[in-house]
């Protein structure tokens, strides 16, 4: 569906944040009219910090992965002939160092998929032993690195891998533990570009074609490859839990084909990430860990028993589902103008201080967000609201983070507008355009605030510029 096909959606009553703990930081909350988080106004933010300023409320990113790790670790529970399950934060969401800790503090283990998530990672102290490369094009010096610094699990994406792995275990004498990312065939997400399963796309080897299988031989004779187990990562803002069981099912099956045809045993699972979670308060209610967890469980267990194979440990690696509701976007609003529209009417843009440098993802996947002010109350009744266009300073006209979303009708430069749900892909799909500065991310808890990463300067923006002095 193409954005100009769908209701507007918006915050139609200005959602208060005690009221969507799904969609807002669990510690939001709205004090004399002026919004809260972690005990700290954001008009007091504002002021001190400045705006745009990414903030996270950290523990409500705490809190997420430790009902990950918990689900995990009670639905796969490592008695009953079952070899427990954990979970892996996917960094590409968001990551800092203290992101990282905190996840690893949670017994998380964190999941990287470049030389700077994992250098990142490495250097925030996370043990080798629970970080994992994915990648469907890694580089040689990352696979090197992820050798040397001993870690979990490397996810083989390609027959090309296969050799390239093999080649550069043998140059350091060491093996390799390496996972086998399946194209499950399964085709699940909002939008097509997030969808990653399916047989036309880049990721992973194909069980349709028999590539899967091919690399799986491959794997088994290569002298420094010591397999692990099998992946499925189907797609993300995934609802509800069909697709989850589905995709357990045929790597599980697939698990029985490579014990009867290869004699190979599969002793863990990874089923990847892709929880949906909220934008608007008008998307569908996000699936809870548990139940995706139960769910999982139930069909590992069932498609075990079916085949007679050992329950393999089971991990997932969510990402969106950990970091998304824990982070507001804070702006202020400057510049207001009515334009006119063709078939009557007028349309309200209300432009703020960033824009699609700090959140490509309205204009990469169409996605949707809704917004309320930070310094007042909004009011209640729709005739005090007006119909506003959230658009950014660059430019670029298609440059809009919320297209339609009704806020006080005396909306002005100088008031303090906040995006819910911009925790995951929102900082680590920033970019520089414009030679607009990168916000930093302030994590807030107890009343008290701090940078988890902080803002760019012009000066860092000018620093590779080889013809400045
Ligand atoms: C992106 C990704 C994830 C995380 O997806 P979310 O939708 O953020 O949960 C997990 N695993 C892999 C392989 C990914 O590429």
């Not at 939001?28 to 008009?43: I, M, N, S």
């Not at 010096?141 to 610094?149: G, N, P, Y």
């Not at 923006?461 to 002095?469: F, V």
């Amino acid at each position: 569906m193409r954005k100009a096909d769908r209701a507007p959606v918006g915050s139609l009553t200005c959602p208060n944040p005690g009221e969507r703990p799904d969609l807002w930081p669990w510690s939001a909350r709205r004090v004399d009219g002026v919004l809260r988080v972690g005990g700290v106004d954001l008009t007091r933010i504002a002021c001190e910090f400045g705006t745009p300023t990414f903030v996270l409320d950290v523990e409500g990113l705490r809190g997420r992965a430790r009902v990950w790790a918990s689900a995990m670790a009670e639905e796969f529970w490592d008695g009953y002939g079952m070899r427990g399950g954990d979970a892996f934060y996917a960094g590409k969401a968001f990551l800092s160092a203290d992101v990282a800790r905190l996840v690893a503090s949670e017994g998380l283990g964190v999941d990287t998929a470049s030389l700077g998530e994992l250098t990142l990672a490495l250097r925030a102290g996370v043990d080798p032993k629970r970080i994992g490369l994915h990648g469907n094009n890694k580089s040689d010096e990352e696979i090197r690195l992820a050798l040397e610094s001993g870690i979990h699990r490397i996810f083989i994406d390609s027959m090309d891998e296969v050799r390239q792995v093999e080649r550069i275990a043998a140059e350091l004498g060491v093996a390799a533990p390496v996972m086998v990312r399946l194209k499950s065939g399964i085709h699940a997400g909002g939008n097509e570009y997030v969808a990653t399963a399916h047989e036309d796309q880049k990721f992973g080897l194909s069980l349709a074609t028999g590539q899967a299988l091919e690399a799986m031989a491959a794997i088994a004779r290569a002298p420094h490859l010591d397999f692990r187990g099998l992946h499925s990562h189907i797609g993300s803002q995934i609802f509800g839990t069909r697709a989850f069981s589905q995709a357990a099912r045929i790597v599980i099956d697939f698990a029985a084909r490579l014990r009867d045809e290869l004699a190979l045993g599969v002793p863990a699972i990874d089923l990847g990430g892709g929880v949906g979670i909220s934008y608007t308060g008008q998307d569908p209610v996000p699936t809870s860990p548990v139940e995706v967890a139960r769910v999982l469980a139930d069909a590992v267990r069932e498609r075990c028993a079916h085949h007679g194979l050992p329950i393999p440990h089971v991990s997932v690696e969510p990402g969106r589902s950990i970091a998304g509701a824990s982070m507001v976007m804070l702006y202020r609003v400057g510049a207001i103008k009515d334009v006119s529209l063709e078939g009557g009417g007028v349309r309200r843009y209300v432009a703020i201080d960033g824009g699609m440098s700090d959140n490509i993802r309205p204009v990469l996947y169409d996605a949707a967000y809704t917004a309320t002010l930070a310094n007042r109350d909004c009011p209640a009744q729709p005739g005090a609201l007006a119909r506003c266009r959230v658009v950014g300073k660059h430019c670029e006209s298609g440059d809009i983070i919320i297209r339609d979303v009704d806020l006080p009708g005396d909306i002005a430069g100088g008031d303090l507008l906040v995006v819910p749900a911009v925790g995951a892909y929102g900082y680590s799909m920033a970019s520089n355009y414009n030679m607009v500065t990168k916000p930093g991310v302030l994590a807030v808890e107890d009343g008290a605030a701090r940078w988890f990463v902080r803002p760019q300067t012009v000066d860092h923006l000018l620093a590779l510029d080889a013809g400045l002095a």
